[in-house]
């Protein structure tokens, strides 16, 4: 286990890269790992929970409630803290697409401890997962603090599966960037 081990929803295993733009060389990958994720969760009556992660999008208006919560990597537990236990919840078969469903815990089956989140047991509860790079700038659409790499956003195009092929330079970066927000936005909470 290590703090690589989640999957942002909108550039897959959060990787950090060292810029050459400004100075004309190559961008490359500097290593992978957040000690930050930031999670939107969905609580859902039992009975109305979409039951994949395929069904979420359509379903994310029908929760009862919502919250976003940050989460840091506490390294002498080696978990998130609060507590998600993603040994369990995260880096398997469903969890393609950083969209995955908190299950109830059980002992016999269950690594590690269960959430530290209240959940009634007549609510289930799905997130969306981000790393503390994409959340701000796709999420919430807040202006970079520093421009964004192109292969960040080159990473962020494979994992949604866009088409990156225009994007040449700084000018091809805002329209690239507005077009995953609107893809995002399907995925956020629906204001009331």
């Not at 190559?26 to 992978?32: A, N, P, R, Y």
């Not at 700038?137 to 520093?146: S, T, V, Y």
Request: with cysteine; glycine share 8%.
């Amino acid at each position: 286990m290590g703090v690589h081990d989640y999957r942002c929803s909108v550039c897959g295993p959060p990787t950090t890269y060292a810029c050459g733009e400004k100075t004309g060389e190559e961008c490359e990958e500097e290593g992978m790992g957040d000690d930050e994720a930031i999670l939107d969760l969905f609580f859902f009556a039992a009975d109305e929970a979409p039951e994949d992660a395929d069904a979420f999008e359509a379903a994310r208006g029908r929760a009862r409630r919502t919250r976003t919560q940050p989460f840091g990597y506490d390294w002498g537990e080696w978990e998130f803290v609060p507590s998600l236990n993603y040994r369990q919840l995260l880096m398997d078969d469903d969890d393609a697409t950083g969209v995955w469903r908190i299950e109830p815990f059980d002992e016999d089956e269950s690594d590690g401890n269960p959430v530290s989140l209240e959940i009634p047991e007549d609510e289930r509860v799905w997130v969306v997962n981000y790393c503390s790079k994409c959340h701000p700038l796709f999420a919430e659409g807040k202006p970079p603090q520093d421009e964004p790499c192109l292969e960040y956003l080159r990473a962020v195009a494979e994992n949604l599966e866009l088409d990156f092929d225009d994007v040449k330079g700084r000018a091809d970066k805002p329209g690239f960037i507005a077009t995953v927000r609107e893809r995002v936005a399907r995925r956020r909470p629906v204001s009331r």
